[in-house]
């Protein structure tokens, strides 16, 4: 795992601490690395409850309640996807805390006709507005946009955590 990433994943669970918070991922592209590096941090035990890999259309609707109209509509890789995603993390957990991420890491277009590189995020945390982004990094090559998703998603997270302190 790249350094940068576990070290922002430390932060992410240091905030999560000192905010006690808990929390949970929903990730298509990144197929369960967001889950691995949150895993390996310290602190994971009592601050990650874990993840949902949900990489089909089929599975996003089954695992996380992602209505199949709007992926029909939308498609998997949109912000409306990606904010499906993290409700459906939240809704079927008890974290405080959810990001998810929708993309195509490639090496090829999805289905929809999605560039590589197009990547949709979502961070939910219960009691507060949603927020999403998105992020079009090319076709850099698949685990560049893997990785690259993976500390935009945890960079997303210590800031979501981080304005507890602001808001409580």
Do not use: W
């Amino acid at each position: 795992m790249p350094e940068n990433l576990a070290s922002i994943a430390e932060k992410v669970l240091r905030l999560a601490n000192d905010f006690d918070l808990t929390v949970v991922v929903a990730e298509s592209c990144t197929a369960g690395l967001l889950c691995q590096t949150l895993s390996e941090a310290p602190g994971a035990a009592e601050r990650f409850h874990g993840g949902f890999v949900t990489y089909t259309k089929e599975h996003k609707t089954q695992a996380l309640g992602v209505p199949s109209r709007l992926l029909q509509e939308k498609g998997a890789v949109s912000r409306e996807v990606a904010r499906a995603m993290a409700e459906g993390a939240l809704l079927h957990s008890t974290a405080d805390l959810a990001v998810a991420i929708t993309g195509v890491a490639g090496p090829e277009p999805d289905e929809d006709g999605n560039p590589v590189g197009l990547t949709c995020f979502a961070v939910a945390r219960r009691g507060r507005p949603m927020y999403d982004f998105e992020r079009r990094y090319g076709n850099i090559g698949r685990t560049a946009v893997q990785q690259r998703a993976v500390a935009d998603a945890l960079t997303a997270l210590a800031e979501a955590a981080a304005r507890r302190a602001v808001e409580a």
